[in-house]
Each structure stands twice: as C-alpha cells, then as structure tokens.
C-alpha cells in the first residue's frame, strides 16, 4: 500500500524537527515515523496523538487554528509568519489554460464547490442549483459556472449537468488546476472545504458556508466577513459534525439569498479594488 511505503519512507528520513499541526492519532504517528529527535505537538492532542511527540505544547489560547498552529512554531524559535499566500504550480496553470480554451470559458467565470466528504458540512443540493441560475440572473453578464470537487464525489454534482451554463469538473482536476481555476475566478462559493482555504490564499472573492463547524476557529483566516453561518437557535450549541454524520438541518438554515448578495458584494468589492490599483476612478 502507499500509505505502507510512506510510512517506510518516513523511518528512513534524516528530520532534526518535526511539527505535528494536526493534532490527531495519525498524525502523532507520522511525526513519530519520522524518528526525528526532536517532534513537537499539542499536549492535548486528540486521539492520543500527543504519544508521537518529544515536545508538548499549548495551544496559547488561541481560538484560530492558524493562530494555534504559529504559536507553536513560535515556542520553538523559528520566525511565526502569518502569510497564506498559494501559488499554482506553473504546469497547473498551462494546463488549467488549455482547458479553458477548449471549455471556451471566457475571462470572468463563477467556481462553485458543493462538495464534502460529510454530509452535515453539504448545503443541499437544491440550494446550489437555485444559486448558480441565480448568480447569473444577477450579474450584468450570465457568466459560466464551473462546478469542482475531488474524484469520487461526482454523486453531489449531478445537480449541474442539467442547469444552462453550468460546466461539471468534478474529479477532472487535479489540486494544482483547482488551484488555477479558483484564482482566475470571479468568486467561489463553498461548503467548509480546501477549495475555501486556497481561495483565501489565492486572493480570490468568495463566501464560505458553515454549518457545524465554527468559522472561529476553522474559518477563512481573517475573513469571516464573507463566511454565511447557519443561526444557531436560543440556547443551541454546536456539536462535533462528527458526531452529527448524515444530519444537514444546520446546513439547510442558510438561505439562498443571503449567499447570492455575499457573493455579489465581493464580486463587486474586488471589482473596484482592480479598478483603484489600474487609476481607474
């Protein structure tokens, strides 16, 4: 198995300093592959992960994993940098350009990520469908919908192949052509998913939506001024989506216009920042 190779590939590696950001069993047992001489981790890491390190740390009393993830770093003298920014691979992005062209996908298009490996975290599919016809109904132009998602999650995109002006790439892609598609966007809308987090360290617009995972602390790093949360009612929590599996009820709470009028204000955002950086009034 490849995982098997990985594993023996670590134990043959010649690592002074490992960090374990995760925090989880698997991988507290990767760094602990590595037979590094010094591996550091969260004391209170899940699943007993903290076995795999030499180091213990807190989490500082941050509530953003970012945060949480630099102040380890930080505890161990190397220069914590709060910089996000994502570059496509170049042969990513002359790929991604040769697809274009043979979509004939013009310059300005919409990215839509409607997939999850947990159904809790999926807005219903229904909802998508209703926000790419509206997106375009909205926009001076109809601009053409590229749908993405990972291979194997070609069941949560179906919903596209019948709406106009909808391109499906589900399991097309590979990561760096995602990459490239999300930073030529226009906007992305996404579930809690990679597709979310790229667009944040590509720079391009989008709108998160969460359900039960708290944007707080797994959100777009600094931008949850873009994120449409669904209401918690008096008195609710939320709980592990874990724990809640195949239940989207949170999810069903975001409506479909407040998505469209966070997507076109950062459409519109981004469009007048260009504007100002090209001397444009």
Known sequence: MAVIRWLRELRRSDYDLVFDLQGLGRSGLFSLCTRAPRRVGLRDAREFGWLGATVRVDRGGHEH????????????????LADLRLHPPPEAIESWAALRSELALSDEYLVLAPTSRWR???WPVERWAELAQRLRQ???RQLIVVVVGAPGEEAQTRWAHGIDGCVDLCGRLRVGETMAAVRDASV????DSAP????????????????????ARVGPYRGDRWVARAPLEPGESLRSYRAIGDDDRLMR?????????LALEAITERAWFKRVAEGGA
Do not use: F, W
């Not at 994993?65 to 914590?80: E, F, K, R, S």
């Not at 992305?188 to 579930?191: D, F, G, K, Y």
């Open 138 to 140: 909205s926009l001076p």
């Open 188 to 191: 992305l809308v996404a579930n």
């Open 65 to 80: 994993t970012v945060d949480q993830m630099l102040h380890m770093i930080g505890t161990q003298g190397v220069p914590a």
């Open 196 to 215: 979310l987090h790229m667009a944040v360290g590509l720079g391009t617009p989008y709108v998160g939506l969460y359900g039960p995972t708290d944007p």
């Open 120 to 122: 809790c975290k999926q």
């Open 253 to 261: 709470r975001i409506e479909v216009e407040t998505v469209v009028r």
